[in-house]
């Protein structure tokens, strides 16, 4: 019945969508806003809010009226209702999985149950090229560029809007695509995380698409993506992988990957620990030997799942919860 009565809400705002709009995509996020809300209220003041990034990157005509207006970005807080506000107190940014993906209940709810039981407040932004806000937002996509910015953004309004966060306790964590946003945050903003995670963390773009199919190749070089090939650009793609950018590396880091990862194959990982190694840079890694899940292997409801994510809030520990 519930979700009926969000079905009936909704109807007149879908109606009024642009054609190219897929309506179904945006009732099941209005759906999952309402989710969060049931599944962590109890514990946490749940909300989503807006706020203003970069202007969009694909802009065809730069002279027409509105043009260069920054980008509204949505993203989800998480504050423990049981949180002391008169100390200061430490922050996570959570970027979500999946190129298309967004911040979802069902793949993210355990996780961030976790971290608000351990006393963490949580901004997770749904950024430009997120899924469920129209096909508008979803090709304003910038991979590697402002996506990062955005993520970034919600850090510095999470600081301005509650004056009860340390700025020196903020933390980043993120699998997967999340990985590759986390280590891209900490690499071009050195001095603005105290600690990070990146789980089966995409990393080099030039191996990675070598290894992917067609298939996969063909979203990078659309024409409101990237919009090459490696081929014909691959100075850009090195542009936007984190394995260009390690020498910057000065925040606390935990890696892991997994031997059997279909998605992100563990040679992409390898290479960007031995990068970071050639560069002299202190961090931590670990590499799961088969671990059953394969590239989810850590974000699954199991004995081995829950221990790797212990190993992590064990990390994120040292240099946020002083």
Known sequence: MRALSVLLLLAPLLSAQPQNVNPNDQVLKALDDLEWRLKLGDIAEVDKIAYDSLPPAHVPNRTAPGAGNPMIIRAYTFIPKKLDRTKKQPLLV???QGIHGNVASAELGHVMRELIDQGYSVIAPDYRGSSGYGQGFNNEIDYGGREVDDVFQARKWMLETYSFFDPKRVGMIGWSHGGFITLMNILEHPDAYAVAYAGVPVSDLVLRLGYQNDQYRALYSAPYHIGKTVREDIKEYEHRSPITYVSKLQTPLLIHTNTNDEDVNVLEVERLITALKAEGKPFEYKIY????????????DNDLARQSRKE???????????
Do not use: E, I, T
Not at 289 to 300: E, K, S, T, V
């Open 289 to 300: 030997q088969d671990a059953p899940g394969g590239h989810m292997f850590n974000r699954l």
């Open 312 to 322: 992590v809030y064990q990390f994120l520990a040292k240099y946020l919860l002083k």
């Open 94 to 96: 959570l970027a979500h």
